[in-house]
């Protein structure tokens, strides 16, 4: 008789849709992917399978799935464009018993395009408010400007019918 162990996972790639981005992950390990990556595909093996096709994977991307994902014996995570920031993908095996392996783990950090970043963001709201101010002031000069030229042809007027009542005396 067979006695089973329990299984153990480990991850062994991360790839960015067919170009590798790490190998033999180390638990706990950060992976950095590049903006606008389409694809995620995370590889992992396990050891301790006693069962082999009984043996089956489950995974989770923390703050993406609310539950464990059966992945079934494909060692293989395929995840869609994921956004900018960190995001926990975890990985067990589970034994036909259903024992659960000792998980493995790796954060995927995901960087964010250009314009997507805080310094970039405070900077256009900053240049916006600018705008802004340099919009109102160049009106309301142009409005001192205008009452400006009305006075001083109100007071033109008057001097000239002044100057006039004046002559007619």
Do not use: C
Not at 46 to 74: M, Q
Not at 133 to 156: K, N
């Amino acid at each position: 008789k067979l006695t089973p162990q329990i299984p153990q996972v480990h991850i062994e790639q991360v790839r960015d849709g067919s170009d590798p981005l790490a190998w033999m992950i180390s638990p706990g390990e950060i992976v950095e992917i590049a903006a606008g990556t389409d694809r995620v595909n995370i590889r992992y093996g396990g050891t301790g399978l006693s069962y082999g096709e009984h043996t089956h994977f489950t995974y989770k991307l923390e703050g993406i799935d609310e539950k464990w994902v059966e992945a079934g014996v494909e060692p293989v995570a395929r995840l869609p464009a994921l956004q900018p920031g960190d995001h926990l993908f975890r990985v067990r095996a589970v034994s036909i018993e259903g024992k659960l392996g000792q998980e493995s783990s790796v954060l995927l950090r995901v960087n964010p395009f250009w314009w997507q970043r805080w310094s970039v963001r405070i900077a256009g709201f900053a240049f916006l408010i600018l705008v802004i101010a340099g919009s109102v002031s160049f009106r309301v000069r142009a409005v001192y400007r205008r009452r400006d030229e009305l006075l001083q042809r109100d007071l033109e007027i008057r001097e000239e019918k002044a100057h006039t009542a004046q002559a007619k005396k």
